[in-house]
C-alpha cells in the first residue's frame, strides 16, 4: 500500500481524498470568497520593498538602540530601581484603593 501526500501542500498523508484537513479548508474558502482570498493573502502576509526595508530598519535599530522606548524595558528598570519594600508599600496601596472603590460600588 503506497501512501499518498495532499496534492496542495505535499506535506500531509491522506486516504481516500486528494486534500488533507486544512487544504480542504482553503479550499472552502476559496470557494466561498474566490479572489478575495488572495488579495488578503497578499496584503497580509507577502511584503512589498517599502514593508521590508522598514521591517529591517526596525530590527536593526532595535539592535543598536538601548531599548528606552520599550515599555517594559521601562517598567523592568524601575522595578530594579526601586527596593522590595517600597515596591510591596506601593503594591498594597494600590490593592487597597482598588478594594476600597469596589467597596463603595
Known amino acids: 500500500m503506497s501512501f499518498i501526500t495532499c496534492k496542495l501542500c505535499e506535506k500531509e498523508y491522506v486516504f481516500l481524498t486528494n486534500l488533507c484537513v486544512k487544504c480542504r479548508r482553503v479550499k ?3 470557494s466561498i470568497y474566490n479572489d478575495d482570498v488572495y488579495k ?3 496584503q497580509v502576509l507577502v511584503r512589498n520593498d517599502k ?3 522598514y521591517k529591517l530598519n526596525k530590527i536593526k ?6 531599548n528606552s522606548n520599550d ?3 521601562k517598567i523592568t528598570k524601575e522595578i530594579k530601581e526601586e527596593d522590595t ?3 510591596n508599600k506601593r ?3 494600590e490593592l ?3 478594594l476600597d472603590t469596589l467597596k463603595k460600588d
Do not use: A, F, S, V
Open 28 to 30: 472552502h474558502l476559496l
Open 40 to 42: 488578503c493573502l497578499e
Open 51 to 53: 514593508q521590508q526595508h
Open 61 to 66: 535599530d532595535n539592535n543598536t538602540t538601548d
Open 71 to 73: 515599555r517594559n524595558y
Open 85 to 87: 519594600k517600597t515596591l
Open 91 to 93: 503594591c498594597m496601596k
Open 96 to 98: 487597597k484603593t482598588k
